[in-house]
């Protein structure tokens, strides 16, 4: 069990933190069904305004040139994968999706997902896009920011922003079982000073790294291995889960949450 602070729980019981999120497990076939598509539409329709410069992504804390609308996964690339804008920067972007189909979502939220278990069957397909951006498997460069970067997220490999050729199809593990460290279930949450250190410890990176974060992208693989992950809509339901460590931290030190640097 967690150790939350008792005016954390009352503040919770009062209605003014977050409705609890489900867990994608604990809910039927039909209904992770149901989630995947909405969470699927999601990702091949809706568009997020994010800082550019020279017609590239930057990252929110970057100079930029102003900004530009892209693709839900395009927009991923404005996530500054280290330190505090890693957890405060994921969940605006959780966020988003929620202000746009939370009337399809258990208490207007992503459910959460545990990697200990199996990807549920719903969420083990990466399906390429039809339609909108991408029409035509590959047909949207790396430059072009208003698609969906097809030939990153659906063909058989890309060359990543180092030249790495990087084998990808659709997702390659169904049953990661990587369990949550007792150290973000429990009252050790506490002993993090501050949301950075936190972040740093999940480990935001991709390409290797240790962090419980990285293991569980790296273990799945295929696109959840790259910064194109949000493709797939177990992104949205694993981050859902970083999400909640981030809470309990901010419960445990009854903070309040900071912002991603959107403006």
Known sequence: ???TPASASAARDAGSGPSPRVDLGSLSAAEQQRINDAIDGYIRTAKLSVPARRGE??????PSEGKVSVSVVRAHHAIHHQGEHFL?????YLGQMEAAIGHQLPNGRLPSWKPS?????????????????????GSVSSTNNSGLLCEFAYTNSYTNVHGRRVNVKGLETQAPAVPIPTRYTTKEICKFPSVGALADDLGG????????????????????????????PIFWVW????????????????AAPKACPTN
Do not use: N
Request: charged content about 20%; some cysteine; glycine content about 12%.
């Open 1 to 3: 069990m967690t150790s």
């Open 57 to 62: 992504v930057v990252p929110w804390e970057d």
């Open 88 to 92: 405060t920067c994921h969940r605006w």
């Open 117 to 137: 278990a199996q990807v549920p069957a719903p969420f083990f397909q990466l399906d390429p896009p039809t339609g909108g951006d991408c029409e035509t498997l």
């Open 205 to 232: 990176g991709f390409g290797g790294g240790t962090g419980f974060h990285t293991v569980v992208h790296e273990t799945i693989g295929g696109t959840m291995r790259t910064m194109d992950s949000p493709a797939a």
């Open 239 to 254: 981050h859902a889960t970083v999400d909640e460590i981030y809470q309990r931290w901010i419960d445990c030190k009854v």
